[in-house]
């Protein structure tokens, strides 16, 4: 009955999408608001059903309705509650669900700002929201139904259908499957749901560009009403990216953080893109220029997140996070090559119209070096999107799979990227309008002589000598310099200003153009998040062994003892093989250990998780490989010493806090424009 109530009001939200498209483009045809008006009642009205609909699933899943197959592939008596509820996103229909529920709520609250000034945006970004929505439930009610049961006829063999065929009768099943091991994880509480809401967000902003193209509208206006909603599509999709990689770090056991699965980089190109966006919206709000860039831009953000989408539930790319094969892989294909059409179509229509309003004058303005920035970021899109396709490629035309890896993906970003923190500490000492090599030199000559000193000489007397990691040091010096002397300067002229301590000068003064300077606490996050990369992509070493009882493995200035292994069942249907290690550090005992391997018997499947003893210094990461049948003969282990990580985590902090600034709203947050005095160092722009 639940299972039956839960696919009604998804039938019944399809429905309503359908009256919604169809009454929000009669109504702007005819000139008929209340029409209009109705598409728009007809948006807020899918939240509710879909809440149904998601409501009915979970309590499914948290009661354990095994004879629905959705249900019985990913719960089992096992499960805590948690998990219970989580596995609503923990397979492929599920998810699509869960999808479809955050799509409705996004179009839900846009339609609840006023639109007085914007009435003429309204139906199209209803059309926009409603198309999406629609297109995401035609695939959860007809090809990947979670409401689904399974039937089992007399002969004793089982059939998947929603209704009950004549002379059959219901499985009686008392336990499922449950979630693969992997997922089986706190992480999985909250990492899935930021990714998947920075996807959706993303459309609330293209569908704002296609309803400004659609009317004619060429100022700035659709980007006002879209920043925060961006920022905050930007912020989830960030949160999503970096859960997912402390989440690999913790579970997948190969001592790191992000390996360049497909999936991974499939939810990392449209973050590639909306940051390019991010960025090119302010050239557009302060010059008038730029206007095609941010057209694109968009486009391919709303693009990528469907093809994002697209890759992990087709089953056409093999991935540790990819769900299995799927017949709504090409169903996926068709929306994404649809609907690029249309937004290119309407672009070209309009690209006379968005002509920039004044033309850049010095190639070291900050408006070029902006554009700059745009180009970096796409040409790593361009290297990702490659790398993800080649395998498609070359199995059409030579039938075999070749895989791109990791190393192709660091030799060819790696410069891009560094590219990329150069310009984060030009960019600020960069005047609007015109900027010269004299100028230029003149902000830059003092934060150059301290990264130097500090990011060269510093870590060579550490004892660094590897070129690359200098370099990027001396990068990530340069922007920390740049970016902190912007705050110096400005909470300095307030405190001279108005007698402030420095304390509360600063803090105003991140309040009085939080955009401004929320971007530079996004930028020292960056910073740190670098130095992280760098220690634990250019200094990593491993070793392996196998020892017996009371043996070590040395690596480095780590020895790592084998003291004991203890293996047993838990009330949850786990086999455990737990080890205990004595670390000690030059001699000094620091840490003890306990890798373990958890087998599990409902789904046949097992998972590695690490010990780890962290600072900010460096992780020692250890994997119990295996054991001889008699524990007490020995063990295999895996070691790994990963330098400088923490601080990757710590600027993951940096960088959310920084976000949250940016987009903390104003008190009228549509209309709030803050004053920027110029003058021709951009660092006085207070």
Known sequence: MLANFGYGALLVSLLVSFYGVFAAIYGVRKNKPAWVESARLAMLLTFPLITIAALSLILLLVNGNYELEYVSSVTSNSMPLYLRVTALWGGQAGSLIFWSWLMSAFASAVTLRKWKRDREFLPWVIVVSLVTLAFFLILVIFFENAFERIWRFPSGQFEVAMFQPAGTILATMRDGQGLNPLLRHPGMIIHPPMLYLGFVAFVIP????????????????????????????????????????????????????????????????????????????????????????????????????????????????????????????????????????????LLLQRWDSLKSEAHMTSMLSREALFLLNNLLFLSILVVCF??????????????????????????????????LLLLMGVAPLAAWRHSTAKTLGRAMWKPFIFSVVIGI???????????????????????????????????????????????????????????????????????????????????????????????????????????????????????????????????????????????????????????????????????????????????????????????????????????????????????????VRHSTYAGADV
């Open 386 to 419: 490659w790398g993800v396709i080649f395998p498609l490629i070359s199995e059409l035309f030579t039938g075999q799979k070749v895989t791109v890896g990791p190393p192709f993906y660091e030799r060819a970003t790696s410069p891009l990227f560094a590219g």
């Open 457 to 675: 000489g510093l870590p060579m007397v550490m004892g660094v000598t590897e070129w690359p990691a200098l370099l990027g040091f001396w990068l990530c010096a340069f922007v920390l310099s740049v970016t902190l002397n912007e705050f110096w300067r400005g909470a300095l002229a307030r405190h001279r200003r108005s007698s402030e301590n420095l304390g509360l000068a600063v803090w105003r003064l991140a309040g009085r153009n939080r955009r401004r300077y929320g971007g530079y606490i996004i930028h020292l996050g960056v910073v740190l998040m670098a130095i992280g990369i760098i220690g634990i992509e250019l200094f990593q070493t491993e070793t392996q062994g196998t020892v017996p009882q009371g043996g070590s493995i040395t690596l480095g200035d780590y020895t790592v003892t084998y003291k004991s292994l203890a293996i047993f069942d838990t009330a949850d249907g786990r086999n455990v093989a737990r080890a205990v290690l004595d670390v000690e550090k030059n001699g000094q005992p620091v840490a003890q250990l306990h890798p373990r391997r958890d087998f599990y018997f409902e789904s046949q499947q097992q998972m590695t998780i690490p010990g780890v003893r962290s600072t900010m210094e460096d992780d020692l990461y250890v994997l119990l490989v295996d054991w001889l049948p008699a524990t007490s003969q020995g063990a295999s282990f895996k070691v790994y010493h990963n330098p400088l990580v923490n601080w990757l985590w710590l600027g993951g902090l940096v960088f959310i806090l920084g976000t949250l600034v940016a987009a903390w709203p104003d008190k009228d947050p549509e209309e709030a424009v803050v004053p």
């Open 206 to 345: 293209y569908a704002f560009a296609i309803a400004a193209l659609v009317t004619g509208r060429n100022d700035d206006r659709w980007i006002r009403i879209t920043r925060r909603w961006t920022l905050v599509a930007w912020l989830f999709l960030s949160l999503g990216l970096l859960l997912g990689g402390r989440w690999a770090y913790d579970v997948l056991g190969w001592g790191g953080y992000w390996g360049w699965d497909p999936v991974e980089i499939a939810a990392f190109m449209p973050w590639l893109t909306g940051t390019a966006f991010l960025h090119s919206v302010m050239i557009q709000e302060k010059r008038g220029m730029l206007k095609h860039w941010n057209m694109v831009l968009i486009i391919l953000t709303y693009c990528l997140v469907i093809f994002g989408t697209f890759l992990t539930r087709s089953g056409v790319l093999s991935s540790v996070h990819a769900f299995a094969q799927s017949a709504i892989g090409p169903l996926f294909f068709g929306f994404i090559g649809l609907t690029f059409i249309v937004s290119l179509t």
